[in-house]
C-alpha cells in the first residue's frame, strides 16, 4: 500500500532523515519507533505532503505522491493525526470533525461517518457543541482520532498519539487505534511508548538519528535486547 524508498530530508543544512527504506502493507498497524530526533515524525510529515524530501521517493496505491500537495493526498486516502493533537480550539466539536470531512462531497456519506465516530467516541457526542478548546487533553485526542476517520482514509498516520496521557487514558487510546485497524484502515503509528506500539502492531521499524536500523516482526523487535534496553528501560 505505502512505499518510501531512500528518503532524504534536510531542513536548512541539517539532514533528518538519511535515506530510509520501509513499507506498510494493506490492512497491518506498522509501528516507527526511536527516541526524539530520531526522524519519525518529519517521515511522517513527508508521507502527508507537509514536508518536501531532497531526494526518495513515495508511493501510495502504486502512485508517485512526493510531489502531490497535502489536500490532495488527503482525498487519495491518507490521513494525518498529528503530533499535539492541532485541534480547533475555537471550534466546537462537531465543527472540527467536519473539517475532518472537508474533501468528501456527499453529505449523507459525511453524517454516517460522524453516527460512526460520536458511536465509537461517546464524550465527544456528550460534548458536540462544547469549544475543542475546553476539553481535557484526552478528549482532545480522541477528537483529533475522530476528525482523522471524518476523511474516511484507507490510512492513517498517528503521530505520538499517546502523549501527555493518563496510564489509563494510553490503554483507551491504543484500544481505539485497534478498533480503526480492524475496521478495515491501515495504520502506521509513531510512538515514544515503544511497549504499547509494539503490542498492538504487526511490524515495526528502529529509527535512530534519522535511519532505520532494523525492522520486522513486532514480537521479534520487542524481544530485541537493544530495543529492551534502549526503549523500555531494560539492563541487557
Known amino acids: 500500500m505505502l512505499e518510501v524508498k531512500d528518503l532524504k530530508v534536510f531542513y536548512n543544512s541539517i539532514q533528518a532523515l538519511n535515506g530510509i527504506t520501509f513499507n506498510v502493507n494493506q490492512g497491518e498497524i ?3 519507533i ?3 530526533g530520531a526522524g519519525k515524525s518529519t517521515a511522517l510529515r513527508c508521507i ?9 521517493s513515495i508511493s501510495f496505491m502504486n502512485r508517485d505522491i ?19 493533537r492541532q485541534i480547533f480550539p475555537n471550534l466546537t466539536v462537531t465543527e472540527n470533525l467536519l473539517m475532518g470531512a472537508f474533501t468528501r462531497k456527499d453529505k449523507k456519506e459525511i453524517s454516517q461517518s460522524m453516527e460512526d465516530v460520536l458511536g465509537r467516541f461517546p464524550r465527544l457526542r456528550e460534548r458536540s457543541r462544547q469549544l475543542a478548546g475546553t476539553m481535557s487533553g484526552g478528549e482532545q485526542q480522541m477528537l483529533a482520532m475522530g476528525r482523522g476517520m471524518m476523511s474516511k482514509p484507507a490510512l492513517m498516520i498517528l503521530d505520538e498519539p499517546s502523549m501527555g496521557l493518563s496510564p489509563v487514558l494510553v490503554e483507551e487510546i491504543f484500544e481505539i487505534i485497534k478498533w480503526i ?5 491501515t495504520v502506521l503509528l509513531v ?3 515503544a511497549y504499547m506500539a509494539l503490542q498492538i502492531a504487526h511490524r515495526a521499524y528502529v529509527l535512530e538519528t534519522g535511519s532505520i536500523l532494523f ?3 513486532s514480537k521479534d523487535i520487542q524481544e530485541d535486547p537493544r530495543v529492551r534496553s534502549a ?3 531494560e539492563s541487557i
Do not use: C, D, F, W
Open 30 to 32: 506498522v509501528t516507527l
Open 34 to 36: 526511536g527516541a526524539n
Open 48 to 56: 502527508s505532503g507537509i514536508v518536501k524530501a531532497k531526494s526518495g
Open 66 to 84: 512526493g510531489n502531490v500537495p497535502a489536500h490532495k493526498i488527503v482525498e487519495m486516502g491518507i490521513s494525518h493525526v498529528p503530533e499535539g
Open 181 to 185: 485497524n480492524q475496521r478495515g484502515t
Open 191 to 193: 510512538e515514544q511508548n
Open 215 to 217: 525492522g520486522g516482526n
Open 231 to 233: 526503549y523500555m528501560g
